[in-house]
Structure formats: structure tokens, C-alpha cells
């Protein structure tokens, strides 16, 4: 898959239209996490899917996939009911499931 920037605008619009949708049945906070669960599960997979480019350090694909990953851990903590250990605990999965993440689209 090619980079494209409106699909970027699109999914952009597309977790837009889900919080504001999800406002009617959640709290603010929580509708601002499942607009940026769409958004970041749309980063994680154009980090797997776009096509690999040479680049001098890290390559645009590395960078949307382990965005994407640290992004969904930051909104499955919010949107999820547990104590602020847990929450850490997520967010610490997530960092280190985005370096593994950015290892294998390297490599790969």
C-alpha cells in the first residue's frame, strides 16, 4: 500500500465522527479515547500494510505502527474500568509492545 494523506484525513474524520457519537453514551473523556482507538488502530495497521521505503534512519512505517501501538495503549487504559496501577501497567505494555512492534517492521 502506498502513502496516501487523505486516508489519513479520512480516518482522522472517522474517529472524529465515533467520539462524538460515543458522547451520547459515554463520558467526555472517555468518548476522546474511542475516537483516538480509531485513530490509532488506523496508525497501527498502515504501519503493518504501507510498503517498505529506504531511509537514512527509521522509515515512515516504523513510526505510524509504533505510534499507533503506544496511542492504543493510552486509550484502552482510559477507556477500560480499573485502578491507576493497572492503567500503568497498560500504558508500560504498550511502550514496550510499540518497540517490539517497531523492531519486526524493521526487520521485516
Do not use: C, H
Amino acid at each position: 500500500m502506498r502513502y496516501k494523506p487523505l486516508y489519513d484525513f479520512l480516518a482522522l474524520v472517522f474517529g472524529l465522527i465515533a467520539g462524538i457519537a460515543s458522547s451520547y453514551n459515554l463520558p467526555a473523556t472517555q468518548s476522546l479515547e474511542v475516537g483516538l482507538l480509531v485513530l490509532s488502530l488506523w496508525l497501527t495497521l498502515t504501519g503493518l500494510l504501507l510498503e517498505k521505503e529506504p531511509s537514512a534512519y527509521v522509515s515512515r512505517r516504523t513510526v505510524r505502527g509504533s505510534l499507533g501501538a503506544i496511542l492504543f495503549s493510552l486509550s484502552l487504559a482510559g477507556l477500560l474500568p480499573i485502578d491507576m496501577r493497572a492503567k500503568a501497567l497498560v500504558v508500560a505494555a504498550g511502550l514496550g509492545f510499540s518497540g517490539l512492534y517497531a523492531y519486526v517492521l524493521e526487520r521485516g
